[in-house]
């Protein structure tokens, strides 16, 4: 693939592996090509790791690396070239950085083709890319410079918009600012000084003629004939090799099923495959021509032609709008997507329904077939033999009388393979309204596209009416037959959508009907209209308000400034290097791991006869050869490097192999054959641990009141449970090392992605028997974490180093995607059992709840992540008599761990449900108990602690003014009054973050200071840079300490060598405990130099430096911040484990279909207090991408297992993270001015987590939006939901006619949903 060719061979690193599928755009490049007969060259993007080299003979690749450098930065063309990459990052549009390539080399192919886009083409270009730090809005603040709209919120409040109403924002005294970025600084965008394409390219496309060309590879030939007699041909030779055009269909099922074809055909570039014809009764188009291209075509056409002739076409372009992203659609063809056959194609429904004729040939054969034909059977190929191929499609248009429609639902809305789709056509007798002819296609419900027959014959004639309508959905449900689905929807959800989507076919007839002969027809109701229209992505406006700084401050003094990340540019041309953008070492080797695929069972033998035996096959390493530690007891149960006598979950390595090459070690890993004997018990639900008393060690329990006396006192008393499903880092960069052997003193370096070196040193000693002084770790920066790279990234570097030890050669390990979401676990599935007593006005008296989350097999941090749930869980509230107790269930799932918020999200999530369950009990609305039960002065917490929660109130107080919460909600009520299958929702949800890591030893730091004789400054601390900006407020810290410019500073990398037992980068406590040190480190060079200032109080930096190096002052300096004393009694139930308090409120709007159980994010206002800040654009874009990783916990991201404990849901095509379609329309961010934090540096607050929990206002906006549905419907009032709410839940609680048809057919889906 182009993929590796481009970062293996060429060592052009920009374009980055996330996922190998397709599925999130880092590997995104510029593709050109030159047609000589039109003589255009056109432009597209693609993911380079789809996209065999072979396809590209001809044509031009453009890497980021062309873009710009900022080593070539001084030449004026790349001056001008940068400007992409430069208002990414000077917008602030990059944290960890590994997904911003992909994000310029999108935005650079559109403007390329599009010089002043529409934001809607931006939005669109960005459908493909996937980015788990920022939350998109910072990268689309960058896109929408480039826009010919205004670039300002175009919220014209009073008359002003955002960037005129400052003044207004806040009183006159407090000066707030709402630029993160300046306009003026970026350089005007000049598309005459783009690259050309290459003339050599040019003409060779005009000179040579075309050729077949073949390719041969180690295992593969490639084929690409010119003509189509040829390609008849070849296919009649090699009837099993298949016709590779996008390659998105075929390289998946070679890359991640195993399968293999040792020929390809590639046909192109045969004229007779791209033909664009355009005939008396449709439109014929090749079926090698892209989906982009079909895309435009169809759009033109529809502007082109009446509209009576494009009823087909818009319905087939309402389909191409969301299906996959932009790079994905400009590879994949539409032959490839008609002949696939996969359930999931989103065009073969509409196209099947619409009559659309394929035009096959074979040697000596031509011949055309119905579309619908090839899904005779429903399962597969019965009519397209496997010598023909399909040359053209035509499509008809659409006739007077005649209405076609298509739908699709997805677990997100753009992106992503639909759950179920359908197409569907009605012709009506002239003037009539009597069916004469009717097509309902189905996709995605069985495993290919179903006809609906038996019904559409039945309704022939029959007038389109009510009755017509119950009886098409009985039969509708009774044809199509719904067996369990192996991608774990459940079958009632499907089916609800199979009649949901006739119906709003039949609104949209009825409606359409209307509009013809309105006398004759009634149309629909008025409430009933909205529903016509679907969700769509539009550019969001947003607003970001913080403190300014003081005006006394000095102008060189960078703290409190919206400061650029320091590496931004460097994350924009792709010249940030990570782990696996280092060089290769002579001899390297690669590892590629075996992992058990069993959940519970004891390895009888391992088999490597057959890896060993493959090419480039270097050795295979297991527990045998661990030189010393194999199992860390941190707890009463180990963590385990490799298994050695048993396994104890699906995902846990076993062995792995190191080869010459990536691929070697891969296929060679998949031929170690290893026997099990399932053991008992298998535990993989936190069910069956309870039932098996299955828990990790100890259990925790809080109590404060007196709980039972206060129960037997209360008004009401409710009860109920939440189950709240796992979720998966998704750190776009996976798990990756590269351990190198110095060849002496069993020195080892090693280069590792983490947030923990010294952990990594320390396991990596252990396991080789070492002292950690021969093992030096380097951490330059992290592709994203979130928790996920602590002992996880240290188990998998003692894998690596050792093999490396065995070897003695360097041993690179940079996991799969697959490989990464299979073993490394995530956030811990939930469960929250609770039972509150209250009184009638809606004061809480008493809560006795019960949390259980499911470890899996190892310990890592359950324990702990079971405690701070129980610390964290009054959130905001006062409870006077509480009692909680939480259990760390040990199940046979892949271990969990650390993730952005460490319990919180959780529990808080639990208690955020029981008090909108007592509003709904007492009547009152979810704000008002929160607001009654809220802390409310100096209080105390349920252990004890005290806390001041005056600034937790003004954040509520803030969040409701700036949101117009209660003007919003009439609005909302009114809308919902007059929409019946589209409601709207809207929810406020405090938070009272705390602080702190329980004990002192773990927040403790220290820092490295180096002034260099020419006065350069090299810093260095124990924090590791994962996105959240860390090494760019050290140095305003530093920059600010030592009175220097920024620029002066220069952070090379995090190493045990230079900072000795650093605590790991958690808890968002960074920047709080290395900007302590850091400040230590530079007041000590400082107080060294202030007599040689004194002295000559009007020199230069470099002067005083230069004397100082001549009296022999130590220009180097440690820093060291001991750590907050903290602490926590377990016994005793009470202590100070946190040392302050982040408060913040977030006010979200939703759009719901309740058809579908789609959604749509409409606004969102957040407020937090996080004191001073240090960087507000590096805050509030913690702020919101935790938000939006947020609202992925609690609304979509959905992990899937089987019965046997396999994850199902192993990329991102199974697995969703938020993507640009899902951000909030309207975003605002203000941080609370005038708040001050003693504790922490420059007053500041550690506000890496925080956020994530606010996307619980969209969970509870959904839920608002549903139980209006609810009340509307007399439906019975209290109801359970349970996170992520899914469109399937959101679909099942909005109960009507339709979920009503399935309640009597209960069909079980065979899955472990998300809620283990
Ligand atoms: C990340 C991702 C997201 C996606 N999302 C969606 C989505 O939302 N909706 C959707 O519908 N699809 C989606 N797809 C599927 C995609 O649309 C199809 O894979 C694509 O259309 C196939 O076209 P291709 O040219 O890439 O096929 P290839 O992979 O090149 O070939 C596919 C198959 O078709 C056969 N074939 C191709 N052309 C011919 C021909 N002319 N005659 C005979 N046989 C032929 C080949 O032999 C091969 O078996 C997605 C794919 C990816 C990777
Ligand atoms: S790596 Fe290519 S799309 Fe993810
Ligand atoms: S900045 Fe986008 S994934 Fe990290």
């Known amino acids: 693939m182009l993929l590796s060719y481009l970062r293996k061979r060429l060592r052009l690193t920009g374009t980055k592996y996330g996922c190998g599928g397709g599925g999130c755009g880092a590997c995104t490049v510029m593709i050109s090509t030159y047609e000589p007969a039109s003589k255009k060259i056109r432009h597209y993007s693609a993911n380079a790791c789809l996209l065999p080299i072979c396809s590209l003979y001809g044509a031009a690749v453009t890497t980021v690396e062309g873009v710009g450098s900022t080593k070539t930065r001084v030449h004026p063309v790349q001056v001008r070239v940068q400007y992409h990459c430069e208002r990414l990052a000077k917008c602030h549009g990059s944290q960890c950085g590994f997904c911003t390539p992909g994000m310029v080399m999108s935005i650079y192919t559109l403007l390329r083709n599009h010089p002043e886009p529409t934001s809607e083409q931006m939005i669109a270009a960005l459908a493909g890319n996937l980015c788990r730090c920022t939350g998109y809005r910072p990268i689309l603040d960058a896109c929408k410079t480039f826009c010919k709209e205004s670039i300002c919120c175009q919220r ?25 970025f300046s306009t003026d600084e970026f ?8 690259l050309i394409f290459p003339p050599e390219l040019m003409r060779m496309a005009e000179n040579q003629p075309k050729r077949t060309l073949s390719f041969h590879g180690e ?22 090799a298949p016709l590779l055009v996008g390659n998105t269909s ?15 055909i590639a046909p192109a570039r045969i004229p007779d495959l791209n033909v664009v014809k355009c005939l008396d009764d449709g439109l014929t188009l090749g079926a090698a021509c892209s989906l982009s291209v079909v895309k435009d075509i169809l759009t033109n056409a529809v502007v082109e032609f009446p509209e009576e002739k494009t009823k087909v076409f818009s319905a087939v372009l309402q389909q191409l709008r969301t299906l996959a992203g932009e790079q994905i659609r400009n590879m994949a063809s539409l032959g490839g997507n008609i002949v696939s056959r996969k359930s999931t194609s989103d065009l073969n429904p509409i196209l099947a329904a619409s009559n659309c004729m394929l035009n096959l040939a074979s040697r000596g054969r031509k011949r055309q077939i119905p579309l619908r034909d090839i899904f005779a059977d429903g399962v597969g190929n019965n009519t397209i033999t496997p010598e023909e191929i399909l040359v053209s499609v035509h499509i008809p248009y659409s006739r007077k009388g005649e209405y076609v429609s298509a739908f699709r639902q997805a677990p997100r809305r753009e992106n992503a393979l639909p759950v179920t789709n359908a197409g569907m056509r009605v012709l009506f007798e002239e003037g009539t309204d009597t069916i004469k002819d009717l097509s309902i296609f189905y996709g995605g419900a069985v495993s290919t596209t179903v006809c609906a027959k038996q019904t559409c014959r039945t309704l022939i004639g029959r007038h389109w009416n009510k009755q017509m309508l119950d009886e098409a959905c009985r039969l509708v449900l009774k044809e199509i037959a719904l067996p369990g689905s192996d991608s774990g929807e459940k079958v009632d959800y499907k089916k609800t959508l199979i009649v949901s989507f006739f119906y709003r076919f039949f609104l949209e007839v009825s409606q359409s009907l209307k509009t013809m002969d309105p006398c004759h027809y009634p149309g629909i109701p008025m409430e009933y209209r909205s529903v016509l229209q679907d969700f769509k992505t539009k550019m969001p406006q947003s607003i970001q308000i913080y403190q300014d700084i003081e005006p006394s401050q000095s102008p060189q003094d960078p703290v409190g400034r919206p400061v650029m990340h320091q590496s931004g540019i460097k994350h924009a041309t792709g010249e940030a290097v990570y782990v696996d953008d280092l060089p290769s070492v002579d001899g390297e080797l690669f590892l590629a791991v075996v992992t058990s695929s069993r959940a519970h069972a004891k390895i009888v033998s391992i088999d490597t006869s057959e890896a060993l035996k493959g090419p480039g096959v270097f050795d295979i390493i297991t ?62 639900t936190i069910a069956e641990a309870i039932q098996h008393n299955s828990f990790f060690e100890p259990k925790r329990k809080l109590e404060q009141g007196n709980v039972d006396r206060a129960f037997e006192t209360v008004d009401n008393i409710i009860e109920g449970e939440i ?13 990756s090392v590269l351990v190198v052997p110095k060849g002496e003193d069993k020195e080892m370096d090693v280069y590792v992605s983490t947030q923990h070196p010294a952990i990594i040193q320390e396991m990596v000693a252990a396991s080789l028997g070492v002292p950690a002084n021969r093992i030096m770790c380097h951490v330059k920066r992290v592709g994203g974490a979130f928790g996920g790279k602590l002992l996880k990234a240290g188990l998998l570097a003692s894998v690596a180093a050792v093999a490396a030890n065995k070897t003695s050669r360097a041993v690179r390990l940079i996991l799969s995607r697959g490989d990464d979401m299979l073993i490394t676990g995530g956030r811990h599935p939930f469960i929250g059992k609770y039972k509150v007593g209250f009184m009638k006005d809606g004061r809480i008296r008493a809560v006795d709840a019960k949390y259980y989350i499911n470890g899996g097999c190892t310990p890592d ?45 959780q529990s808080a999530l639990v208690t955020e449900t029981w008090i909108t369950g007592v509003a709904d009990k007492v009547g009152l609305s979810p704000e008002k108990i929160r607001e009654i039960n809220m802390y409310k002065e100096n209080e105390q917490t349920h252990f004890k602690q005290k806390l001041d929660p005056q600034n937790l109130i003004r954040c509520w107080n803030e969040c409701m003014e700036k949101s117009a919460y209660y003007s919003r909600k009439t609005a909302v009520n009114e809308f919902n009054k007059q929409n019946y299958w589209k409601k709207k929702g809207i929810a406020i949800v405090p938070m009272k973050f705390p602080f702190g890591l329980g004990t002192r030893y773990l927040s403790q730091a220290a820092a490295l200071v180096h002034i260099y004789t020419d006065g350069s400054v090299l810093l260095t601390h124990g924090g590791i840079e994962m996105g959240q900006g860390i090494h760019t407020k050290m140095i305003q810290v530093a920059s600010r300490e030592l009175n220097i410019p920024m620029s002066c500073i220069h952070f090379c990398e995090t190493s045990t060598t230079t900072v000795p037992n650093a605590c790991a980068s958690v808890g968002s406590a960074g920047t709080d405990v290395n900007g302590m040190a850091v400040k230590d480190a530079c007041q000590t060079l400082m107080k060294r130099l202030q007599p040689i200032i004194n002295k000559n109080p009007k020199g230069t930096w470099n002067d005083w430096i230069k004397e100082a190096f001549e009296q022999s002052v130590s220009l180097s300096a440690t820093g060291y911040f001991r750590g907050y004393n903290e602490n ?19 006010c979200s709007e939703v759009e719901i279909n309740c058809l579908t159980g789609d959604h749509k994010n409409i606004r969102t206002d957040i407020v937090m207090d996080i004191g001073c800040s240090i960087n507000p654009a590096v805050d509030i874009g913690q702020i919101e991408g935790a938000f939006v990783q947020g609202i992925g916990l609690y609304t979509m991201e959905e992990l899937k297992y089987s019965p046997e404990g396999v994850l199902y849901t192993r990329g991102p095509d199974q697995y969703k993270i938020p993507a640009v379609c899902d951000i909030p329309e309207q975003f605002s961010v203000s941080l609370l001015s005038s708040s001050q934090n003693p504790y922490a540096i420059y007053a500041s607050k550690g506000i890496g987590e925080a956020g994530l929990f606010l996307g619980c206002s969209v969970f509870f906006a959904l839920r608002d939006a549903v139980t209006r549905v609810r009340n509307e419907r007399g439906l019975k009032k209290t109801f359970a939901l349970n996170s992520p709410l899914t469109a399937e839940q959101i679909r099942a609680s909005c109960t009507d006619d339709f979920t009503e048809m399935m309640a009597n057919n209960e069909s079980a889906s065979p899955l472990l949903g998300p809620h283990l």
């Open 219 to 240: 295992r593969m030939t490639w084929i690409s004939p010119v003509s189509l007699d040829e390609l008849l041909d070849l296919k009649a030779s090699y009837p099993k």
């Open 1128 to 1146: 926590m009694d377990w016994e005793k139930g009470e202590g100070q484990p946190f040392t302050y308090f982040l408060y913040g409120a977030a």
């Open 723 to 735: 189950h709240i499903g796992g979720q998966e880092h998704f750190y776009i960069e996976t798990q």
């Open 250 to 264: 075929v390289g998946p099922e070679m890359k991640f099923r195993g399968v293999f074809h040792p020929i390809v």
């Open 623 to 684: 527990a045998h050869d661990v030189p010393a530690t194999n199992e860390f007891y941190y707890s009463d149960d180990p963590e385990i490097i490799f298994a050695r006598n048993k396994v104890i979950c699906v995902g846990q390595i076993v062995c792995a192999v190191v080869a010459d090459s990536d691929d070697h070690a891969k296929q060679a890993a998949a031929k170690v054959k290893i026997e099990y004997e399932v053991l008992e018990p298998v535990i993989l």
């Open 187 to 194: 350089q005007p965008l000049d598309p005459t000084q783009e």
């Open 861 to 905: 941090e359950s324990v702990l992540v079971a405690e701070v749930s129980l610390l964290k869980m009054d959130n905001a509230y006062k409870i006077p008599n509480l009692r909680c107790r939480a259990y760390a269930c040990k199940t046979n799932l892949p271990s969990n761990t650390a993730f952005r918020g460490f319990g919180f999200p």
């Open 156 to 180: 014209k409040t009073n008359e002003k918009c955002c960037l005129d109403q400052e003044d207004d924002l806040f009183d006159k005294e407090e000066k707030v600012s709402t630029r993160l």
